[in-house]
């Protein structure tokens, strides 16, 4: 099983049943993880800020960073691996208020409402999230089975 590593403002797709995603020290910014069952194709998001009209250069240059550029990238790299958007399984952790004590700027609460902005207005439900909340978490997929597990600040790996 190969482990593809997906870091801050990237993400990965696959469609080899062999591999698994992982991101890590998710605090405010966005795990999104997807799956098409059929086609046995998924991806992993990892993004850090809501709106890419905050900086269109690094949104050029890096559009995983944010949600309004980087969750269409996700889907539309899974769709040329064969996935379809009727069968897309999504899952979402983050958005964490983490460094934030007095919630002042509220990055991850921002993310999170970007994101099932996003989600609203093209049709995707979510499946299963955990998202908010003040603890740092780690997110996997398995593409064999398309399984997404979360790991909680001091907790164990458990299946989202």
């Given at each position: 099983?190969?482990?593809?590593v ?14 698994s995603?992982?991101?890590?020290a998710?605090?405010s910014?966005?795990?999104v993880?997807?799956?098409d069952?059929?086609a046995k194709?998924g991806g992993?998001?990892h993004?850090m800020?809501p709106?890419?009209t ?6 050029k240059?890096?559009p995983?960073?944010f ?8 889907f ?5 691996l ?15 208020s983490?460094?934030?004590e007095?919630?002042?700027f509220r990055?991850g609460q921002?993310?999170i409402?970007?994101?099932?902005k ?5 049709n995707?439900?979510i ?8 603890f740092?978490?780690t997110?996997?997929i398995e593409?064999g089975t398309g399984k997404?597990?979360?790991?909680r ?8």
């Open positions: 099983m190969a482990d593809l997906v870091g801050i403002s990237d993400l990965k797709v696959s469609n080899n049943p062999a591999d995603m992982i991101t890590y998710l605090g910014c966005i795990a993880a997807v799956y069952p059929v194709v992993l998001l993004y800020l709106d890419s905050l900086d269109a250069g690094k949104a240059d890096a995983a960073m949600a309004d550029t980087g969750i269409p990238l996700l539309k790299s899974c769709y040329k064969g996935a379809d958007k009727k069968r897309m399984v999504v899952k979402v952790a983050g958005g964490a983490i460094l934030d007095s919630n002042f990055i921002k993310n409402m970007a994101m099932r996003l989600f609203w207005n093209n995707v439900l499946d299963a999230e955990d998202t908010g909340k003040n740092n978490r997110v996997r593409l997404v597990s979360i790991k600040a001091g907790g164990q790996m458990e299946e989202l």
